[in-house]
């Protein structure tokens, strides 16, 4: 199975702040890589796929980039409605797996 | 508009059964693959089985595999998930989430989630 790890684990910031999350496949995936977006008690909601494609209605200040196995997710100025818990995940092959999580708090 | 809405949670005691449903509206179900992901209280995600849009095509993770079963009706635009031989470990909130054409592993839509309680 390849395993995803993300770093950090949780990550305190402030409104307007830039932050970058870290994906680190265990073995080659090419760019078939997602990001997901999930608050306390609801749906995870999807952001990117293909490692950097934004989907549909996803506010721009969100991108992704990398390929093989290092992925990044950056949000630009950091906004009330960003605090959240983000994970990654690999559809290179089945298993289908996610990163832990990285919980972005409020500093 | 995209709808996925989960059904058929519950508590349930250790070795029973449930059957979550998934019941979808605004695209051409029979198009997309679905899966089912699932949330553990306070832990993180997991895959738990995905169904091709022909229903043709299953895969599972090795947690569930022999004791869920998934499957869809595209004349109803619902996806099941016949859970056998629960235990507590199975205890999450599971989601159903749609695939994109050409690619079943990617999601673009999910449901609300339902809660799923193993105990004695």
């Known amino acids: 199975d390849i395993q995803m790890t993300q770093s950090p684990s949780s990550l305190s910031a402030s409104v307007g702040d830039r932050i970058t999350i870290t994906c680190r496949a265990s073995q080659d995936i090419s760019n078939y890589l997602a990001w997901f977006q999930q608050k306390p008690g609801k749906a995870p909601k999807s952001l990117i796929y293909d490692a950097s494609s934004l989907r549909s209605g996803v506010p721009s200040k969100f991108s992704g980039s990398g390929s093989g196995t290092d992925f990044t997710l950056t949000i630009s100025s950091l906004q009330p409605e960003d605090f959240a818990t983000y994970y990654c995940q690999q559809y290179n092959t089945y298993p289908l797996t996610f990163g832990g999580g990285t919980k972005v708090e409020i500093k | 508009e995209v709808q996925l809405l989960e059904s058929g949670g519950g508590l349930v005691q250790p070795g029973g059964s449930l059957r979550l449903s998934c019941a979808a509206s605004?695209?051409?179900?029979?198009?997309?693959?679905m899966t089912w992901v699932r949330q553990a209280p306070g832990k993180g995600l997991e895959w738990v089985s995905t169904i091709s849009g022909s229903g043709g095509a299953t895969y599972y993770a090795d947690s569930v595999k022999a004791r869920f079963s998934i499957s869809r009706d595209n004349s109803k635009n619902t996806v099941y998930l016949q859970m056998n031989s629960l235990r507590v470990e199975d205890t999450a909130v599971y989601y159903c989430a749609k695939g994109v054409i050409g690619a079943a592993g990617v999601f673009d839509y999910w449901g609300q989630g339902a809660q799923v309680t193993v105990s004695s």
């Open positions: 605004g695209f051409s179900f029979s198009t997309y693959a």
